[in-house]
């Protein structure tokens, strides 16, 4: 069967992907590492032939947290080469599922993309801000009121913070928290 994104392969795959992608991007930084995840994702993706750095190679070595997240973050790495991983890149087709919400980025010819949150439980109080974090930095932003179980947020090309965050809606592998 086939729905405005695609058929229902599709997108199991795309959720499938972003599933895997928020489960590694979410987990905490290791505790009193010598390395950052920013180190560890940019020593992953250095040129072939770069030289090692032999600071970041002993952390991977000696800090058990740290060799587990430098292994999670090449298998998220190999995934994102796959045809799954491209199918969760796909953004006509924007969305995510945090907790009591549904967060959908909704882009219309003649009108600037949109972010909908929708409220999906009775009783649970409203956000006031979103907060994406990626490789790509940290953006945070007031969210208007709620109308009907519905939050919606401009995301104006012309404005860098809200397209930023945009983008980062699209990036299965950026943390998105609702406060």
């Known amino acids: 069967m086939t729905t405005r994104f695609g058929n229902h392969e599709d997108l199991a795959r795309r959720a499938a992907a972003r599933l895997l992608m928020s489960a590694v991007a979410a987990e905490e930084a290791p505790e009193a590492a010598s390395v950052s995840r920013a180190e560890l994702w940019a020593y992953a993706n250095r040129e072939p032939g770069a030289p090692v750095d032999f600071r ?16 999670k973050l090449l298998a998220m790495k ?9 199918a969760a890149y796909d953004n006509s087709a924007t969305h995510r599922r945090l907790g009591d919400f549904n967060l959908d980025v909704v882009e219309e010819e003649g009108a600037p993309p949109a972010l ?11 956000p006031t801000m979103i ?3 990626s490789i790509e930095g940290v953006v945070r932003i007031a969210l208007p009121e709620e109308i009907d179980r519905h939050i919606v947020l401009d995301l104006p090309r012309e404005d860098h913070e809200r397209d930023l965050l945009r983008l980062m809606l699209a990036n299965p592998a950026a943390g998105i928290y609702l406060l």
């Open 56 to 71: 970041i190679e002993k952390a991977i070595r000696g800090e058990a947290r740290v060799m587990g997240q430098y292994g």
């Open 116 to 126: 909908v949150i929708e409220r999906l439980v009775e009783g649970v109080p409203a």
């Open 131 to 133: 907060e994406a974090v």
């Open 78 to 86: 190999t995934r994102g080469m796959s045809v799954m991983a491209a």
